[in-house]
């Protein structure tokens, strides 16, 4: 079963201060982990994935798969990081076909 | 490109009542996914279509049936609506390659509420 866990609903931190939010994972074959964001009144977007490795917007993420995790990271939290963040994860079916899997999300909320 | 465009933005139904909720995909897409969103939850998979077919569902019963068009556009259909029914509805397009693992683009969803 294809399951993302989002442990914490929402996390508050203050400006500048580093933000960790975490993602667990269970799937049985080897997934891509995404993280999407959704701004206030905007639409979901995607964050970052895992094969790209890439810096967005300051945030990392890495895949851990002794751990099943990946968790988001940013050493240096602004203010307008404040949105509503998801962990999905996508594998492919017998069918050919992919879905994503999301987690139940985690609001976070940066302060000046 | 106007990316994912769903249509309409909100709707309110009454119990028992049919709705058709409709989705064009992202120029260059040709699979269009469709997510249910209740109020602080994750995205939950409806199903998925590819070449005017429901290739994938989730588990949702059969009063969810949806239809793909041959210019890809898309549409959900939710009959004898109930009050759990509530939700946005957002859909999902991305372009199918064997075994890829395509990007998705969300549109801005539809905000259906039964009354």
Redesign the interface.
């Given at each position: 079963a294809q399951r993302?866990t989002?442990p914490e609903k929402l996390l508050s931190v203050f400006k500048g201060a580093p933000v960790e939010l975490k993602c667990n994972y269970s799937y049985s074959g080897s997934p891509?982990l995404f993280w999407y964001v959704q701004y206030s009144r905007?639409?979901?977007?995607?964050l970052l994935r895992h094969?790209s490795r890439e810096s967005i917007k300051g945030f990392t993420a890495d895949l851990n798969k002794g751990e099943t995790s990946f968790h988001l990271k940013k050493p240096f939290a602004q203010e307008e990081d404040s949105a509503m963040y998801?962990c999905?994860l996508?594998g492919?079916?017998d069918?050919?076909?992919?879905?994503?899997?999301?987690?139940?999300?985690t609001r976070l909320l940066v302060s000046p | 490109d106007a990316g994912v465009t769903q249509s309409p933005t909100h709707l309110i139904k009454t119990r028992g009542q049919q709705v058709t909720l409709r989705c064009s995909p992202k120029s260059g897409h040709d699979?269009v996914?469709w997510?249910q969103q209740a109020l602080?939850?994750?995205?939950?998979?409806i199903f998925?279509y590819?070449e005017e077919e429901e290739?994938?569902r989730?588990n949702f019963p059969d009063r969810f049936s949806g239809h793909q068009f041959p210019n890809y556009s898309s549409e959900l259909n939710v009959n004898a609506l109930l009050l759990g029914d509530s939700a946005l509805y957002?859909c999902?397009s991305s372009f199918?390659s064997?075994?890829?693992?395509?990007?998705?683009t969300?549109?801005?969803?539809t905000r259906l509420t039964v009354v």
């Amino acid at each position: 079963a294809q399951r993302v866990t989002q442990p914490e609903k929402l996390l508050s931190v203050f400006k500048g201060a580093p933000v960790e939010l975490k993602c667990n994972y269970s799937y049985s074959g080897s997934p891509e982990l995404f993280w999407y964001v959704q701004y206030s009144r905007q639409r979901l977007q995607l964050l970052l994935r895992h094969i790209s490795r890439e810096s967005i917007k300051g945030f990392t993420a890495d895949l851990n798969k002794g751990e099943t995790s990946f968790h988001l990271k940013k050493p240096f939290a602004q203010e307008e990081d404040s949105a509503m963040y998801y962990c999905a994860l996508s594998g492919v079916m017998d069918t050919g076909f992919q879905k994503l899997v999301f987690g139940t999300g985690t609001r976070l909320l940066v302060s000046p | 490109d106007a990316g994912v465009t769903q249509s309409p933005t909100h709707l309110i139904k009454t119990r028992g009542q049919q709705v058709t909720l409709r989705c064009s995909p992202k120029s260059g897409h040709d699979t269009v996914s469709w997510y249910q969103q209740a109020l602080g939850q994750g995205p939950q998979f409806i199903f998925q279509y590819y070449e005017e077919e429901e290739r994938q569902r989730g588990n949702f019963p059969d009063r969810f049936s949806g239809h793909q068009f041959p210019n890809y556009s898309s549409e959900l259909n939710v009959n004898a609506l109930l009050l759990g029914d509530s939700a946005l509805y957002l859909c999902a397009s991305s372009f199918y390659s064997v075994g890829g693992r395509g990007d998705y683009t969300f549109g801005s969803g539809t905000r259906l509420t039964v009354v």
